[in-house]
């Protein structure tokens, strides 16, 4: 009975271990959204650097009050990662600081915590910069683009995930898809590529 019991909490164990498919999604956020300078961890240097290309990109001056907004809101971000994440508390986030804290994400999205909440509505304001409250392809293409991307790629990429043009990217349409971006394991969830990316 004892030896049935250890094989099923080996099975059940090996049903919870990450697959190498989404670990590769998380890192591509990791390294090119996050890991701004490229140092291998995310570090406040990091956040102070994308606070500079986003404002410089969209022309916002120190003295607008959009570059205060993106700096607060961003800081309040690395502060939330670096407390939930810094396991280590060395000021920095690896990358298995990372993935352990997006998995233990996984196991209830509808429960975010505060900051990634921010994060995923300072994106989808970021990539809707018309305003108008959804993001097309231009938009899309353009800050991937501004991360170093793909123009291509990621046009594709909108494609994939808005079934070519048939879904309009509103708020609740984004926040779905950055919920499977995250959480699924399912290489055909639509949400895996709203990070710009079409092979993982």
Not at 44 to 68: M, N, Q, Y
Not at 156 to 165: D, I, L, M, P, Q
Not at 175 to 198: C, M, R
Request: proline share 2%; hydrophobic share 35%.
């Amino acid at each position: 009975m004892s030896g049935d019991g250890n094989f099923n909490s080996k099975a059940s164990s090996k049903i919870r271990k990450m697959s190498d498919f989404r670990r590769k999604k998380l890192l591509h956020v990791f390294n090119v959204f996050f890991d701004v300078n490229h140092s291998g961890t995310i570090e406040k240097k990091d956040f102070e650097l994308a606070v500079e290309r986003i404002c410089k990109a969209r022309g916002w001056k120190e003295s607008d009050p959009k570059h205060t907004e993106t700096k607060d809101i961003l800081f309040k971000v690395w502060d939330g990662l670096r407390q939930k994440a810094d396991a280590n508390q060395d000021g920095q986030v690896s990358h298995e600081e990372w993935v352990t804290m997006w998995d233990d994400y996984a196991k209830n999205p509808d429960q975010a915590l505060g900051w990634q909440n921010q994060y995923m509505n300072f994106m989808f304001e970021l990539e809707d910069s018309s305003g108008d409250g959804t993001i097309d392809e231009e938009e899309f293409k353009s800050l991937c683009v501004s991360y170093g991307l793909s123009p291509d790629e990621s046009t594709e990429a909108f494609g994939k995930f808005t079934s070519n043009n048939t879904v309009e990217i509103t708020r609740e349409v984004f926040a779905d898809l950055w919920k499977q971006f995250f959480a699924s394991e399912d290489p055909n969830a639509p949400g895996n590529y709203i990070f710009g990316k079409v092979s993982i």
